[in-house]
C-alpha cells in the first residue's frame, strides 16, 4: 500500500477547499480524525458533510468502502489487529463476510450490499474523543438478488447486521421496530441504506428510504407514527420538488419507534457511471438550491459562496506529474426536527494520480 497517509496529501488540496467551508482549527481536526488513514483511501472517493447554518467552518467526513476492493480488504486487516470487543473488530468482522468469507450460513453477505460508507464525526465531538465511525450499508436492489439472499436478506437480520457491525449488543424489541418500517412501505417504496453511529447520543437505527412518491409521504409517515409536522415535510418537498426532485425519506428508528427527527434527502438526476458528470455538471444545476436554502435562511451567505465556489476539476502538477481533483456537491439535506429545520450539503472529492506509483495503491472509486 502507498506509503503516503491522507495527512501527507490533504494539505496541497486544502486550498481547493473554500475557507467558508473548512477553515483553521476545523481542517487540523480533521487530520487529526482521519490523517494516518492511507490516502488512497481517504481521496479516491470521499465526502465532506458541510452544516449550513453554522458559522463554524466545520466538517464531518465520509470514506467509501467497496466489496471485493482494497478499501474493505484494508479495514478486515486493522478488524484482525484490534481488540476483539472493539469496534474496528465487529466492522472488520462484517467487512471480511461482505467479502465472501466465513461460514456457509453467514456467506449471503456478500451479496447483500453494494457498498458501504464510514462516517467520521468531527464537528460536534470534543477534540480528545476519537469515536468510532457511524457505519452506512448501501443495499443491493431486490432485483438483482440471487433467490438465496432475496429470502435471506429479511428486515429483521439486516437489522441485526447493522448492530453487529457497530458491537451493539442485539435487541429484539429494536429489531421488530426496524420491520415495522418496512411493512410500512408503500408500494414503490424501497430502503436503500441501513446504518448506525456507535457513539452518537441515544442509539437508533438509520434507514435511507428511497422510491417513494410525493403524494404517498403523509401516509406513509402516518403508518410510521411519526409525531412531527407532516405539513412542514411536504411544504419543503413542494418548494424543492423542481429544483431537486430526487428526494429520499432518513429515518431513525430506536425500540421506541421511529424517532422525533426527519431528514429529506435531495438529489439532481444524473448519470451513477459518469463521474464527470455527477461531480461537476451540477454546478449551475444547484445554485437555485443554495438561493432558496439562503432566502430561507437555512443557509448562511458565506457557506453558500463557498458552494457556489466548490465544484470543479483542478490539475495539479506535482513532482512525479500530473493529478486530477474532482470536486462537486452529491446532495443537501434538510433535517426536520420540531419546529427547527437544519440544512447541510454533502460534497465530494474524487483524486487520481495520473502516473504510476510503484509504492502503493491508484485505482479506488
Known sequence: MMSESFGDVFPRLRRFIPSSLLDDPWWERLLERVGELPSWL?????????RLGEPAPATDYFVSVAP?????????????????????AALGRLYSLMNGAGPPSESSLAGWFRASMLEYDIAEVPRSLRPAPGVFLALQPQSELDEEAALSRTPRRLAATIVNAVGWEEDEVERLAVERVFDALPRTGVVDQIGAVPERGSRSIRLIVDGVKMRNVPAFLKRLKWDGSIQKVMEALEEMRDMTPVF???????????????????????????LDYWLTSGRNAWLPVVDYLEEMEWCLPEKGDGLRAFPGIERLFEEKGMSILYKGINHFKLTIEGEAIEAKAYAALAYFRLYADSEGEGEEV
Not at 77 to 87: F, I
Not at 251 to 265: F, K, M, N, W, Y
Request: a positive charge.
Open 248 to 274: 429520499r425519506l432518513a429515518l431513525d428508528v430506536a425500540a421506541s419507534g421511529v424517532g422525533p427527527r426527519l431528514g429529506i434527502e435531495m438529489y439532481r438526476p444524473r448519470k451513477p457511471s459518469n
Open 68 to 88: 471485493g476492493r482494497p478499501s474493505m480488504e484494508y479495514f478486515v486487516r486493522v478488524g484482525e489487529s484490534a481488540r476483539p470487543d472493539s469496534a474496528a
Open 42 to 50: 481517504t481521496l479516491n472517493y470521499a465526502a465532506f458533510e458541510f
